[in-house]
């Protein structure tokens, strides 16, 4: 496919998992992509090998790496500033950045509530806000993903900051698509459910724990980060034209209330 075809997009969190995985399938769709990292420079250069290896189809294609901690201001600011002195402007943000740390609600360091909400939410939102500001400048159409999860509306045990930020990105994703609707500026979401990734290791290679899990989703399987990356892609381009303020979930059927499975009510 071609649907991003000479589109700049810029991916925070793109060195693993399902950043690492959507920067390689805007690359195969013609994108030219800026992958972000915080830490691990290494990373974020393998990562920009495949994406020019994906993008090897298309000679005019370029890509770039840059450094910033979501969560900082300044740091987002001139992130901003890098990717478009190199690309001339932006036409997608993908806000991928996202981390968790599980503890019992009553054990929550407010350090750790702080550092999940700010780069989960507060992050998010200050890139839109900066990928906003650009598009309005340029009076051009824009597009802005942001990668939530099933969490955003089922709730999460011991993950309560976590959930806390995707539930508020779920109103954020409704509010910015509501108020820049007739500027041009689509803004969804990406709702995964169980996902292969580095993130979800303490699953994955547990094989009871990964039964436990998977034993939840309707279709029986965790996904992968390259199904979720066909998601994104297509709500960024322009087959997603007429949608704004969405959160699409992609898990599988875990939002389908699945131990309704089986019936256990006494209707009909």
């Given at each position: ?231 994104f892609a297509f709500l960024a381009s322009e087959e997603a034209s007429y949608i ?25």
């Amino acid at each position: 496919m071609t649907r991003l075809l000479g589109k700049n997009v810029l991916i925070t969190g793109a060195s693993s998992g399902i950043g690492e995985a959507i920067a390689i399938r805007f690359a195969q769709e013609g994108a030219n992509v800026a992958i972000n990292y915080h830490s691990g420079k290494d990373r974020a250069e393998a990562v920009q090998l495949k994406v020019q290896e994906a993008a090897k189809s298309f000679p005019k294609a370029t890509s770039m790496t840059v450094q910033g901690d979501v969560s900082d201001e300044k740091q987002v600011i001139t992130m901003f500033a890098a990717v478009i002195k190199q690309f001339g402007t932006l036409d997608i943000l993908i806000a991928n950045s996202g981390i968790q740390k599980p503890a019992a609600s009553d054990q929550v360091e407010m350090a750790d509530f702080d550092r999940v909400t700010g780069v989960n939410l507060r992050g998010s939102f200050m890139c839109a806000r900066e990928a906003i500001r650009h598009f309005l400048s340029r009076n051009a159409k824009g597009s802005i993903v942001f990668n939530s999860s099933v969490h955003e509306i089922i709730p999460k045990p011991k993950y309560v900051p976590y959930s806390i930020s995707k539930g508020g990105m779920e109103n954020m994703t409704k509010s910015l698509g509501l108020e820049y609707a007739d500027r041009g500026i689509r803004v969804n979401a990406v709702g995964p459910g169980a996902i292969v990734t580095p993130i979800n290791l303490a699953w994955i290679n547990d094989p009871k724990a990964k039964a436990e899990v998977e034993s939840h989703i309707p279709m029986g399987r965790a996904g992968t980060s390259e199904e979720i990356a066909g998601v994104f892609a297509f709500l960024a381009s322009e087959e997603a034209s007429y949608i704004t303020g969405q959160t699409l979930f992609a898990c599988g059927g875990l939002t389908l209330y699945p131990e309704f499975r089986v019936a256990w009510s006494s209707g009909e």
